[in-house]
Nanobody, 116 residues
Framework: QLQASGGGLVQAGGSLRLSCAASRSIFSIYEMAWYRQAPEKQRELVASISTSGSTNYADSVKGRFTISRDNAKNTATLQMNSLKPEDTAVYYC????????????WGQGTLVTVSS
C-alpha cells in the first residue's frame, strides 16, 4: 500500500528527495515515517511525522533531513540534504495507525548511496 521512490547515487554533500505514495488515504494513518537499514546493521527510525505535523528525527539526521506529508495527495516525503557516506542505506517508508506500537504498513525499500 506504500510505494517508495527517489533513491539513487549522490556525492557527499548532495541532496536527494524520497517520496512515499499511498494507495489509500493516509489521513487515517497516524504516523508516517522513514526507516533505513545499512548493510549489516539493524533497521533504524530516521524521521516520523504525525497527523498534527509533529515531527521526530534521529540525532544523526537532525538539521539535514526534513520529513513532510500531504494528506490530500496521500504522500510523504523525506528531503535529505548534506548527505554523508554514513547515510548510505536502503530507506523504507512506513505508516502506523493510532494505538499501534509499530508500523502497520511498509513500502518497499529504495536504495540511497552516498559516495565520498
Amino acid at each position: 500500500q506504500l510505494q517508495a521512490s527517489g533513491g539513487g547515487l549522490v556525492q557527499a554533500g548532495g541532496s536527494l528527495r524520497l517520496s512515499c505514495a499511498a494507495s489509500r488515504s493516509i489521513f487515517s494513518i497516524y504516523e508516517m515515517a522513514w526507516y533505513r537499514q545499512a548493510p549489516e546493521k539493524q533497521r533504524e527510525l530516521v524521521a516520523s511525522i504525525s497527523t498534527s505535523g509533529s515531527t521526530n528525527y534521529a540525532d544523526s539526521v537532525k538539521g539535514r533531513f526534513t520529513i513532510s506529508r500531504d494528506n490530500a495527495k496521500n504522500t510523504a516525503t523525506l528531503q535529505m540534504n548534506s548527505l554523508k557516506p554514513e547515510d548510505t542505506a536502503v530507506y523504507y517508508c512506513a505508516g502506523r495507525v493510532y494505538g499501534s506500537a509499530s508500523p502497520n504498513y511498509w513500502g518497499q525499500g529504495t536504495l540511497v548511496t552516498v559516495s565520498s
